[in-house]
């Protein structure tokens, strides 16, 4: 074969029956220059004869291949010991009058080392023009795999539509992701499965180190994760073993869904001032020394521990000033501030209108007495600009950021702890004439002790602006922040998001082929999903991590977000639902987005739905399409596994809930991929984003130990920064990720939207008089929901997909 190539070549031999191509591939030794010794590895196969093979497959009547064709020049092409993409010639022969059109390729890779491949492109098929294989994959050696690697054209089908000679291909790949169960799982396995959340703990190392299985209960239940395989522990054969930390961070995800990519003082434990906290900002503080830092470095790998805590070579930390107190150091404190992060700040899905006063509590009162609040209406009749509360709530002008129930039942057990001292909280807030919120009343409240039956001890603190009442009140408002960064983190961030997330991938993988437009519209908000929630069970969500190091609810982190889970409900995550929900907005179909706000000047929520109008306007033209009747959406066999598969396994908890959507219309599936992709990305970007920047509530640390201060602000640096191969709503990281003309002059229409909405959002932060909610006090526009971005810690840009 070699031979017979040099020959024709060389004769200039060419029978017309050829097509060339251009595969575009990435080298082990590129991706990771530490494994250097692939790159001559694979040379000597190569000059040896064992090379990478392709063959073409027809989507005409008949199945028919190509010879096999080779990568040329592997040997010859250099490629440098840096990241970057190389591209190589492969020649077919290819009898157009024989063959008909190429709709696939199956790759065989006869080297000892895996590569990527990105693309092939066939330059110039007869009668036919450029045909493009979207690929972006890790190719493994052949005697790795059971089956044969395939790639599709760009052509999307629905099943009953797919050319009859591609049709067993397709059924079998999907085949293949979905594996058998059995066995565990290794880097070239390509299976998607189900597991429950019994990878937490590690009760080998004694009952302080075991956590609840989650999912799979209806005490605890949960979306469900990525299948691994690993072996159980010994002491209880239903919790998966875990990786020690110190050997490796390599947890089972399919190998595509991974990235490519102290003071020596009196009280050393401790910040004394404000002042101290800002040497962090300004000056950098020296790494305290001692037990904690030794057991924290002991466990944690060197290449984490220095990405984690960015240090100048000497042990000096030293972060980037936030962007809170960049313009003004002390208008964090005032009021103004505290109640428009609940409206622009990075939890700003919380925050309810008050239907009742006094608020009433809706946990059993049969286990926890009377949970109902102690705030009267001597404590607020007062700040109500003239109004009488019965007024003020019926007007709209009362709001809740309500932490108690879903604190309460754990308070006792955290506070019994040597680590934690909480409160369960509610806050009051009176919205004025200018559009801002006024705090009128902050509850906290402990568990009686007598007992839970007995109810709470609560007491009610009021705003106070001099002498010791405003100490006492800017304590109170710390409280409160310290609930509502424990309840973003566990549940608006990391459940709301990152949880409910994975299953749609896995059943998305496993029911739908690449060919399913669905597939096609659904996966780059996917990308990294996986491999971003492996890595958090592995160092973030674990005991013992930092969840648990540095939240409030402490070893009880994972079971409060399997019980606000509960209360998850798949058609209330549409923006506009949920607002309605939440009583800060009602419908009325006169207004552009089909609801109108009851506060104006709410800037997640102004944002928010100019952006899900502009998703759901995309939505709607690719689906109408690709399924012209609701028969079309009956009739799919693959979107109807998908459908039931999300249901009853990925969300198995919830599978007898009536208020899944059935998948019988055109319209259920715009709702439904709707939905997913906001959860992915703009829901995302609006909670995640912003900790660094907005929610390192500087105050706050001072009552906080330093060494878990400066893991806590590294972590939020780390999970809120842009990577600088970042994939940004409205954008592919391919142009020729369909051949359909039609979605992609939609997709581009979608693109020119969120445009203007950039533009939108720029105008309005710069009308401080008119929208006070969006730069406040500390004069920080909000940018969480501006659609682009650059790398990097910009507080701005939503990526496409849960990938940090």
């Known amino acids: 074969m070699l031979l017979g190539k040099i020959v024709d070549t060389i004769t200039g031999k060419d029978d017309g029956k050829k097509v060339k191509g251009t595969v575009i591939l990435m080298k082990k030794n590129v991706l990771d220059f530490t494994d250097i010794n692939a790159s001559v590895v694979d040379g000597v196969i190569e000059f040896l004869g064992r090379n990478v093979s392709f ?24 490629t440098p010991i840096i990241a970057g993409e190389s591209a190589f010639r492969v020649t077919f022969d290819w009898d157009l009058d024989e063959f008909g059109v190429p709709g696939a390729f199956i790759i065989k890779n006869l080297h000892l080392n895996e590569f990527f491949v990105k693309s092939l492109t066939l330059d110039d098929v007869p009668n036919h023009g450029k045909i493009h294989f979207v690929c972006n994959s890790w190719i493994y050696p052949s005697f790795k795999y059971k089956s044969d690697r395939i790639f599709f054209a760009n052509q999307a089908y629905l099943p009953s539509e797919t050319p ?105 434990n401790e910040f004394d001032s404000f002042a101290d906290v800002l040497k962090l900002y300004e000056g950098g503080i020296k790494l305290p020394r001692g037990p904690l830092l030794k057991a924290i470095t002991d466990s944690i790998p060197l290449e984490i521990l220095k990405d984690i805590l960015q240090t100048d070579g000497q042990g000096l930390l030293k972060y980037p000033t936030p962007r809170v107190i960049q313009e003004d150091k002390t208008a964090w404190r005032t009021d103004e501030e505290f109640g428009r992060e609940m409206l622009a700040g990075i939890n700003p899905v919380l925050i309810s209108g008050l239907q009742e006063f006094p608020p009433k509590s809706k946990l059993d009162t049969n286990i926890y007495g009377n949970q109902n609040s102690t705030i009267t209406k001597e404590h607020v009749e007062d700040k109500l600009d003239g109004l009488i509360i019965d007024e003020a709530i019926k007007t709209n002008k009362i709001f809740i950021l309500n932490h108690h129930d879903i604190v309460m039942p754990y308070l006792r057990r955290m506070n019994m702890s040597a680590n934690t001292k909480a409160y369960a909280s509610r806050t009051l807030l009176f919205l004025q004439d200018n559009g801002t919120l006024k705090p009128l009343a902050i509850e906290l409240s402990l568990p009686h002790p007598d007992g839970d039956q007995f109810g709470t001890v609560s007491k009610v603190y009021t705003p106070a602006d001099q002498g010791v009442e405003c100490s006492i009140w800017q304590l109170a408002k710390a409280y409160a922040a310290v609930n509502d960064t424990g309840i973003h983190q566990l549940i608006s961030h990391w459940l709301n998001t990152h949880a409910v997330m994975e299953p749609f991938v896995i059943a998305t993988n496993r029911q739908l082929s690449v060919l399913h437009p669905i597939h096609k519209l659904l996966h780059p908000h996917f990308r990294d999903t996986m491999n971003i929630n492996a890595l958090a069970r592995q160092i973030l969500v674990n005991c013992g991590g930092f969840v648990e190091m540095f939240l409030f609810p402490a070893n009880y982190s994972m079971e409060m977000s399997a019980v606000a889970y509960k209360d998850w409900v798949f058609p209330e995550q549409a923006l506009p639902s949920d607002l309605i929900k939440r009583g800060v907005a009602v419908e009325d179909l006169t207004c552009p987005h089909g609801v109108r706000l009851l506060i104006q000047d709410y800037p997640y929520a102004v944002d928010g739905l100019e952006i899900w109008s502009a998703i759901k306007s995309w939505v709607t033209e690719y689906c109408n399409f690709h399924y012209k009747s609701d028969e079309k959406v009956q009739k799919d066999g693959e979107l109807q596994a998908w459908w039931k598969e999300i249901r009853e396994e990925g969300h198995g908890d919830k599978k007898d809930e009536p208020w899944w959507p059935k998948m019988e219309t055109v319209q259920e599936l715009i709702d439904s991929c709707t939905i997913i992709i906001w959860i992915a990305s703009a829901l995302h970007a609006a909670v995640n984003f912003g900790q660094y920047p907005y929610g390192d509530k500087v105050f706050l640390k001072t009552i906080v130990p330093q060494l878990q201060t400066l893991l806590g602000i590294s972590v939020l640096e780390i999970l809120s920064r842009h990577a600088s191969d970042e994939v940004y709503l409205g954008q592919r990281d391919t142009p020729e990720w369909t051949k359909d003309q039609e979605p992609l002059l939609a997709f581009e229409r979608f693109g020119k939207k969120l445009n203007d909405i950039e533009d939108r959002i720029m105008q309005m932060n710069g009308d401080h008089k008119k929208w006070k909610n969006r730069s406040g006090p500390v004069k920080v526009p909000y940018t969480l929901l501006f659609p682009t971005s650059e790398e990097g810690l910009t507080g701005k840009g939503i990526p496409n997909s849960v990938s940090i």
């Not at 009547?61 to 080779?70: G, I, L, M, T, V």
Request: neutral net charge; glycine residues 8%.
């Open 55 to 78: 063959q073409l497959i027809t989507n005409d009547s008949e199945a028919k291949h190509s010879n096999p064709a080779y990568l040329e020049n592997w040997l010859t092409h250099i």
């Open 164 to 268: 009859e000679t591609l049709r067993k291909y397709r059924e079998n790949e999907l085949v293949t992701l979905r594996g058998n169960g059995n066995g565990k799982l290794e880097e070239w396995d390509r299976v998607y499965d189900y597991a429950c959340y019994n990878d937490l703990g590690e009760p080998d190392k004694g009952k302080e180190y075991a956590r609840s299985i989650l999912g799979g209960s209806s005490e605890y239940p949960y979306p469900r994760r990525g299948r691994t395989g690993r072996k159980p522990t010994k002491t209880d054969p239903n919790c998966e073993s875990r990786i020690p930390l110190l050997m490796s961070l390599d947890i089972y995800v399919p190998r595509d869904k991974r990235f490519g990519h102290a003071l020596f003082d009196n009280t050393p």
